[in-house]
């Protein structure tokens, strides 16, 4: 009993002085920027407003300035974006630091999933369910970017996806805003680490603010037309979460929300993001979307669209020149005023003494750490780690996987097998002078793992794209041979992405084609589907006996995909967007409102489509295992529940299969009467929990009001009282276990 006092004594008591030194060192770093405001004029605060990217690499539209490192050395520029490596940063910061006073520079970069190391692209990680298996992703790659003289990341995207032609829904988490809120603070956390100015971590960047991921007709950039209640609730709630966790920037995002861009969107911007939220970090625009505001057609020129940004909130301009070329106009014509531009600058001043630049300009330029870091072989280790846990089974007929070591001989066919680069997906970082081409193939996986105890057989087949049949002959010969094939199909890495929205996401060419005649040889045929989005693959759901889908896993794609189909892993994922039936069927999202008339059961098309019935192919939650769980033994602690109260729910699994495995357990809600129309159900808590073949676990969750609350007609965030029901399952369509409660009062 003493010994805990005492350490609850030590722990207050280290509290205590953590948060003094912290408060002492938030104000230095306040005083310190005032200190550097006051000698700052006017030019050179514009200058900190002003980001470039380097010509190296573009991922926008560059504008090539033969001067920029005399602007540099003018303290006319803030930031550069797209420049790596610790010496090339090393040489635009000596730039920086002849400026008069000796600003340093941020160097951003679009570290998306992974540096040197990449690690599977976010959609694919976000259906592991595992926070921890996430902020360590995003951990490694702060490691090996802020070595190479980084030290901002665009990222994490945390737009919510529910439309997946859409190309960016593989940078994403999915559909779901619990879920992906919960994803969006554990990435923070893994780039930005304990707290700012790490040598090995990265300042984060919630983008796209907001509504990107609601395109309309899921084409690139489009315009978002949506009910402030739907924003504030299904929208929002993941930036909130990224600003819960500290993340140093917002970058803006290219659409117009109801009829404003938002760069430009002053009730985003100000009134809820630095209003009501208190937001201190700084924002960024996307790549030129303040001159963009252009083509939107809200200003007239650069000088309306700079006092726009400006007013609105945006404080720092990517590539567009439009604060460069007009700030200073503007104060002088008395339209925005210093104290607008001096929070701007503040905002970034302040993360400059964060992050310890203006200590050591060069804190992120050492090429000895750099070397360490970018080969340090446990990194490796981790994008395996994650790559197979993001692996989703979508089907196993007769237990074809997993599939035996002792396999005699094994045909590998289909346009995936053999290349590298594919596996990557899009938004790899291609490091200059690094070999970035580390990655294991899919055929080198096969190899590691049986090379030396089966027969491998190879055939290409087909092309991803295309109507060449010539290779099928060869992959059918190929397949006879073996006792067991497998097919590895899907989509190019470039196909999903930024500007890469699809109008028919279905399996390219002809390559489900390939799929038939190699069934009809009577082998048993396991489909590995690669893509950066859910695809629709109707002929392969239905006929092949076994599918992994594998999304795009990075570096170690290979050997993660030989772990999972040889057993050495049971896969645990499970879907975080529904997968539909047909490219009609989009937007399709598992937690809509009920019409007055839905359909009565699948045949039942009167009130869907006449042609098409309105279920998913694969609902968002599912996934499947090696083993079996059974779900039981479901106890509330109470049936009525006041609004200052926990319900306590538990439920009991149990694995009754042959394999040890890990089970995501799902917690849904269904709001039986609400003032607005409430969804049919919807995710508020999750466990992943791993068994051992017989084992059984109880777990418990915890609903608060919270939990109950929405917008109301009002905007009110509120807990309504009244009838609940429950449920536990292994997705939203799989509940194992149902109950009902009320809320009180
Ligand atoms: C993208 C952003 C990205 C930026 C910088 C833009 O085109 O929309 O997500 O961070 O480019 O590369």
Redesign the pocket.
């Known amino acids: 009993m003493k010994s805990i006092n005492r350490h609850v004594l030590y722990i207050i008591i280290s509290i205590t002085i953590s948060s003094q030194t912290t408060q002492a060192q938030k104000k230095t770093n306040e005083q310190r920027v005032d200190s550097v405001m006051s000698l700052m004029t006017l030019e050179e605060k514009v200058g900190q407003l002003n980001q470039y990217s380097d010509d190296l690499i573009a ?2 539209p560059i504008t090539i300035d033969a001067d920029k490192a005399s602007q540099i050395k003018k303290g006319q520029v803030g930031s550069l ?1 797209n420049c790596m490596g610790s010496e090339r940063t090393r040489t635009w910061q000596k730039a920086a630091m002849q400026s008069r006073l000796k600003i340093p520079l941020l160097f951003a970069q ?1 570290v998306i999933h992974g540096y040197k190391t990449t690690f599977p692209i976010p959609l694919a990680e976000s259906c592991s369910w595992d926070l921890k298996a996430i902020e360590l992703s995003a951990r490694v790659s702060a490691t090996e970017a802020s070595a190479s003289g980084i030290n901002w990341t ?1 990222a994490p ?1 945390v737009d919510i996806c529910r439309d997946a032609r859409w190309g960016r829904v593989m940078e994403g988490a999915g559909e779901d805003t619990y879920l992906g809120s919960k994803i969006a603070y554990a990435r923070v956390k893994g780039f930005q680490g304990d707290k700012p100015g790490e040598i090995n971590s990265l300042m984060a960047c919630a ?2 603010f907001a509504g990107y991921g609601a395109a309309l007709g899921g084409r690139d950039y489009n315009s978002v037309d949506m009910s402030e209640r739907q924003l504030l609730e299904i929208y929002l709630p993941p930036f909130k979460a990224a600003a819960n966790a500290h993340v140093a920037t917002f ?1 803006s995002s ?1 659409n117009d929300l109801n009829g404003l861009p938002s760069t430009g969107n002053r009730h985003l911007l100000r009134d809820i993001l630095k209003g009501n939220w208190k937001y201190d970090g700084f924002v960024v625009s ?2 030129s979307s303040i001159g963009e505001m252009i083509t939107h057609g809200n200003v007239k020129d650069g000088y309306e669209a700079a006092l726009c940004a400006m007013t609105a909130g945006c404080d720092m301009d ?1 590539e567009s020149r439009n604060y460069k070329n007009n700030l200073i106009q503007l104060v002088k014509d008395k339209k925005v005023s210093v104290s607008l531009i001096d929070d701007a600058v503040k905002r970034i001043l302040h993360k400059k003494f964060e992050l310890g630049l203006f200590d050591d300009p060069y804190k992120f330029c050492n090429t000895e750490r750099e070397q360490k870091e970018l080969n340090d072989p446990t990194h490796a280790l981790a994008a395996r780690d994650v790559a197979k846990r993001s692996i989703v089974l979508l089907k196993n007929d007769n237990h074809l996987l997993p599939l035996s070591k002792n396999t005699k001989t094994i045909a590998f066919i289909g346009p995936l097998v053999k290349p590298k680069m594919q596996n990557k997906g899009f938004w790899d970082v291609e490091v200059p002078g690094i070999d970035s081409a580390y990655v294991v193939s899919q055929w080198e996986g096969l190899v590691n793992k049986v090379g030396k105890t089966s027969t491998i057989l190879y055939a290409k087949g087909c092309n991803i794209e295309g109507n060449n049949r010539d290779g099928f002959a060869e992959a059918v010969n190929v397949a006879k041979q073996a006792d067991v094939v497998i097919l590895s199909i899907g989509e190019r890495r470039d196909m999903s992405g ?1 500007a890469k929205s699809r109008s028919i996401i279905e399996i390219p060419g002809i390559q489900e084609e390939l799929l038939k005649e190699l069934l009809a040889t009577g082998k048993p045929v396991v489909v590995i589907i690669n893509a950066g989005r859910p695809l629709v693959f109707n002929y392969t759901a239905k006929n092949a006996p076994a599918i992994i889908y594998t999304w795009w896993l990075g570096s170690e794609a290979g050997n993660a995909i030989a772990d999972v189909m040889f057993g050495d892993y049971n896969p645990s994922a499970k879907l975080t967007m529904t997968f539909p039936a047909s490219t009609g069927q989009v937007p399709l999202f598992y937690n809509h409102f009920n019409t007055g008339r839905p359909p009565k059961n699948d045949s039942d098309l009167r009130n869907s489509y006449i042609d098409l019935p309105i279920y998913p192919r694969y609902e968002f939650g599912y996934g499947l295992s090696y083993t079996s769980f059974q779900y039981s033994q479901l106890h509330l602690n109470k049936k009525k529940l006041k609004s200052n109260e926990q319900l306590e729910v538990s439920a009991t699994i149990t694995n009754t299969g042959n394999y040890d495995g890990e089970e995501i357990v799902q917690l849904y809600l269904h709001d039986l009467v609400g003032s607005i129309v409430r969804p049919v159900t919807e995710l508020k808590d999750f466990k992943k929990i791993a068994l051992k073949v017989g084992e059984s676990k109880t777990i418990t969750f915890s609903i608060d009001a919270e939990k109950l609350s929405f917008f109301n007609q009002e905007l009110k965030w509120v807990a309504e009282p009244g009838e609940f029901d429950i449920m536990i399952g292994a997705s939203s369509k799989d509940i194992q276990l149902k109950d009902r409660f009320e809320l009180v009062e």
């Open positions: 991922t926008g974006l679009d665009f995207m983008k796209h970058m290219f996307d790549w990517m930024e």
